[in-house]
T-cell receptor, first 114, second 113 residues
Framework: DVKVTQSSRYLVKRTGEKVFLECVQDMDHENMFWYRQDPGLGLRLIYFSYDVKMKEKGDIPEGYSVSREKKERFSLILESASTNQTSMYLC?????????????FGSGTRLTVV | AQSVTQPDIHITVSEGASLELRCNYSYGATPYLFWYVQSPGQGLQLLLKYFSGDTLVQGIKGFEAEFKRSQSSFNLRKPSVHWSDAAEYFCALTSGGYNKLIFGAGTRLAVHP
């Protein structure tokens, strides 16, 4: 089975700090995604990447950037954390192919910005 | 535009009762459809998915879902709910490839003993 690992389950950061959220997948997938989850809003796509050094903006990219230097690792960066970025962040990796197509999610990182 | 609507924000059922969670979608063709479950503090676990073929799909944990093109719906069902089914459920769609997965707002299920 595909495994997607997010390095931190809980983070508390101060306003203005630069924050890195790390995500690693172990199946050599090309496509990886970062979502933000808020009550009543479901999951919203922040950024995705379809290959090393490639990235595309999702629906809510403002205040975020990403890095994909190696295929297995996709990092989400909050350049200057703000309280409205307090949320649950979920990373996903996409399995392609007709029979196995789908997304595998990490356990999530709950970020609190104070 | 593509979208997913889950009309019920909260649902409460008694243990042993049947369950149906509603999902409606908007998409120009037949999308790939998914149901995920999220237990408190956890990531998302795939329950089932529909791509094509038989419109009634079976998933894990005794769940099933039926794709109805005429109603643009993909409702999730379970004949007898267990207390451990209490969680949040998300319906989602994608057109495949590296197109984004679009989620509904979720339905939170509570189970009374």
């Amino acid at each position: 089975d595909v495994k997607v690992t997010q390095s931190s389950r809980y983070l508390v950061k101060r306003t203005g700090e630069k924050v890195f959220l790390e995500c690693v997948q172990d199946m050599d997938h090309e496509n990886m995604f970062w979502y933000r989850q808020d009550p009543g809003l479901g999951l919203r796509l922040i950024y995705f990447s379809y290959d090393v050094k490639m990235k595309e903006k999702g629906d809510i990219p403002e205040g975020y950037s990403v890095s994909r230097e190696k295929k297995e690792r996709f990092s989400l960066i909050l350049e200057s954390a703000s309280t409205n970025q307090t949320s649950m962040y979920l990373c996903a990796s996409e399995t392609t192919g007709d029979h196995n197509y789908g997304y595998t999610f990490g356990s999530g990182t709950r970020l609190t910005v104070v | 535009a593509q979208s997913v609507t889950q009309p019920d924000i909260h649902i409460t059922v008694s243990e042993g009762a049947s369950l149906e969670l509603r999902c409606n979608y908007s998409y120009g063709a037949t999308p790939y459809l998914f149901w995920y479950v999220q237990s408190p503090g956890q990531g998302l676990q795939l329950l089932l998915k529909y791509f094509s073929g038989d419109t009634l799909v079976q998933g894990i944990k005794g769940f099933e879902a039926e794709f109805k093109r005429s109603q643009s719906s993909f409702n999730l069902r379970k004949p007898s709910v267990h207390w451990s089914d209490a969680a949040e459920y998300f319906c989602a769609l994608t057109s495949g490839g590296y197109n984004k997965l679009i989620f509904g707002a979720g339905t939170r299920l509570a189970v009374h003993p």
